[in-house]
């Protein structure tokens, strides 16, 4: 918005501050109306003849300008006032100080006071000399309120310019009894006082300052008129209901929480009214949080720290489930899905029964030797050629037996000779040519016909004056061999 005083004249030149649309010090646009008409040329003899006039800190009032003076935008001049007269600067004119008068409800009447004429250097020197005296009267008259033990506060002074009148602006909770006040003040100043209440709000537009926001308080830029600001426009908008934050710097809830509150109760017509939490197979969900232009609602369970988003479309569903009394299995879904096996009935146990099966065949296999001799997991069997012998698995012997043969020196693993008497009870001697599996290695077996191994190793040979002799080979799956003779000495 540009500055109001850089209206240009006929002539094209820019009056009022002369700024050219661009005030340096800001005073020229507060509490400033554009004027959009400004540069549109209007009969002379139609010219609305009441002008807006500005006062200190913003403040308004109307005034007719009978003679027709030639007014632009900004121009000082001197009104008149009760008892005396005042300066002030045109704030606006033409048709649209009539809408504004409209909108103030002020009549056009002879109430209206009148334009004396354009200020002077003069006027405007003695005017300053004038607004010298507020600042000392304010310290002084706070120092006065304090010794009378007055229950007001006092924001600001203005005096006249002719220096007659002064108005004391003050806030109060309650009524003020100010009548020995006005003594004081009267009798020290020796001017005519006019004590003038006004609200918190409109103090803070007095005074000015910078919003939370950065920018200046609306109250003191543009905001003419306040409204009624309530509790309830923090609580449509979800905004935490601390006074710190919703307060503005006149103590009370700030002004612009009416701004959005319209686009907020539009957008809420759509979102359903959790009246009490949402019953669900795995509790009661209440509500934590909703977005409302996103239309999203959290929702959590009592024993859960986690919230749940959900859209408006679901939690109608769940809401129409709970008038009908029914529940769903959570917040996403209505019913928990069972797993179901694919094939025909009880697939899942024949699956058992086959596994099972294969394993037993499998034991089996292990302890039954197949056919051409390997007898798996047997690590005893042992079969002997038609021309050999076959050894026979672990059989100690004696501390003291030795096998001889190569000039080796090793225990007897294996015993074997078709003389041992113990053969013929062991029934699981075999003939045939065979290689037992899992078999350790085999050093020095006997030969001979017949011969045969013990089962498991539990047939030991204890004649300790048995000695077979032989080529000192090993034999790993039995072969030939020659027969050791026996060596008993008797």
Avoid at 387 to 407: L, W
Wanted: net charge positive; charged share 30%; with cysteine.
């Amino acid at each position: 918005m540009g500055c109001s005083c850089g209206t240009k004249s006929k002539d094209g030149k820019v009056a009022g501050c002369q700024n050219n649309g661009a005030c340096e010090t800001g005073g020229c646009n507060k509490m400033n109306v554009f004027d959009w008409l400004s540069n549109m040329d209007t009969p002379v003899e139609d010219r609305f003849n009441i002008v807006e006039v500005r006062f200190k800190n913003g403040r308004k009032e109307f005034f007719r300008n009978g003679d027709k003076l030639g007014l632009t935008t900004g121009d000082a001049v001197v009104v008149e006032v009760p008892n005396g007269h005042h300066i002030g600067h045109v704030s606006l004119q033409g048709e649209l100080v009539r809408l504004q008068m409209q909108k103030k409800k002020i009549a056009n009447d002879g109430e209206i006071k009148k334009i004396y004429r354009l200020a002077h250097q003069k006027d405007l020197e003695k005017f300053e000399e004038v607004k010298k005296r507020e600042l000392p009267t304010l310290y002084r008259t706070r120092e006065i309120v304090r010794d009378l033990k007055l229950e007001m506060k006092l924001s600001d002074i203005e005096y006249q310019a002719d220096n007659i009148k002064a108005t004391f602006f003050y806030s109060a909770d309650d009524r003020v009894d100010f009548r020995e006040l006005i003594k004081l003040l009267a009798g020290e100043f020796k001017i005519r006082v006019e004590m003038r209440q006004i609200s918190l709000r409109q103090e803070a537009g007095r005074l000015g300052g910078i919003g939370v926001c950065g920018r200046e308080l609306c109250c003191s830029t543009w905001l003419t008129d306040f409204k009624n600001v309530a509790t309830s426009a923090a609580r449509y908008q979800n905004l935490s209901l601390n006074p710190s934050k919703l307060s503005g710097q006149c103590g009370r809830l700030k002004c612009c929480l009416n701004y959005e509150l319209e686009t907020y109760m539009d957008a809420l017509e759509d979102i359903p009214k959790i009246e009490a939490p949402l019953q669900t197979e795995k509790g009661e969900a209440t509500l934590q949080k909703t977005d409302i232009f996103r239309k999203i609602m959290w929702f959590g369970f009592k024993e859960e720290n986690t919230w749940y988003p959900l859209n408006i479309e679901r939690v109608n569903h769940i809401l129409r489930m709970n008038r009908e009394g029914k529940r769903p299995a959570t917040l996403d879904i209505d019913i928990v899905e069972e797993k179901v096996m694919g094939g025909p009935l009880n697939s899942d146990l024949d699956q058992m029964d086959k596994k099972f099966k294969n394993k037993s065949r499998t034991k089996k296999k292990k302890k039954k030797g197949p056919e051409g001799g390997h007898g798996r997991g047997n690590a005893n069997a042992q079969a002997a050629g038609a021309e050999g012998a076959a050894p026979a698995k672990e059989s100690h012997n004696a501390p003291g037996d030795q096998v001889q043969g190569g000039g080796r020196q090793q225990h007897q693993k294996n015993s074997g000779g078709g003389n041992n008497p113990q053969q013929k009870n062991n029934p699981q001697n075999r003939q045939g040519q065979g290689q037992p599996r899992g078999n350790r290695e085999q050093r020095g077996g006997g030969g001979g016909e017949g011969g045969g191994g013990n089962r498991e190793g539990r047939s030991r040979n204890r004649n300790r004056g048995n000695r077979g002799g032989g080529q000192g080979r090993e034999n790993r799956g039995g072969g030939e061999g020659q027969t050791p003779k026996p060596d008993n000495p008797q």
